[in-house]
C-alpha cells in the first residue's frame, strides 16, 4: 500500500529553480515528521530538509534545513490535502540525484532529523537531473 508518492522530478537547467510534491495516503497522526531526502550515484543519501506537526507545548510545526542549502530551500505543507513541497532555487549540477520524501509517524522532527533509520514510510524516489 503505497503511503507517500512523490511528483516527477525531471530535468532542470543550473541555476533554475526545482519544486517537488509528495502526496501522503492515509491517516496523518497528530505528530509527524515529514522530510526530504536524497541520494546521488555513489553516495550516501543526505537530508535536505523536513517539516513537522504537533502540539504547541511539543513544538508545533517546526522546520530544519541541512545547513549547507538553507539559504536555497524552503519546505512546506498543504494540511488540506496532506501534501508536503520542496523547491530548491539555483539549482547546481551535482544536486543531481534521486529525491525522496520521508515520514516517521508519530514524533515531531527533532535535530536528528537527518538519520534515515527513524523513518517509518519512504517514497519511491524521484529523479532529479541538473544540466550545466
Known amino acids: 500500500q503505497v503511503r507517500l508518492a512523490e511528483s516527477a522530478g525531471g530535468s532542470v537547467q543550473a541555476g533554475e529553480s526545482l519544486r517537488l510534491s509528495c502526496v501522503v495516503f492515509g491517516s496523518v497522526y497528530s505528530r509527524t515528521c515529514w522530510a526530504w531526502f536524497r541520494q546521488a550515484p555513489g553516495k550516501e543519501r543526505e537530508g535536505v530538509a523536513s517539516i513537522s506537526v504537533g502540539p504547541i507545548y511539543a513544538g508545533g510545526i517546526k522546520e530544519y534545513y541541512t545547513d549547507s542549502m538553507k539559504d536555497r530551500v524552503t519546505i512546506s505543507r498543504n494540511s488540506a490535502d496532506d501534501s508536503v513541497f520542496l523547491e530548491i532555487n539555483s539549482m547546481k549540477p551535482e544536486e543531481t540525484a534521486m529525491y525522496y520524501c520521508?515520514?516517521?509517524?508519530?514524533?515531531?522532527?527533532?535535530?536528528?532529523?537527518?538519520?534515515?533509520?527513524?523513518?517509518?514510510?519512504w517514497g519511491q524516489g524521484t529523479q532529479v537531473t541538473v544540466s550545466s
Open positions: 520521508a515520514e516517521d509517524l508519530r514524533r515531531t522532527c527533532t535535530t536528528e532529523w537527518t538519520e534515515t533509520y527513524k523513518y517509518d514510510n
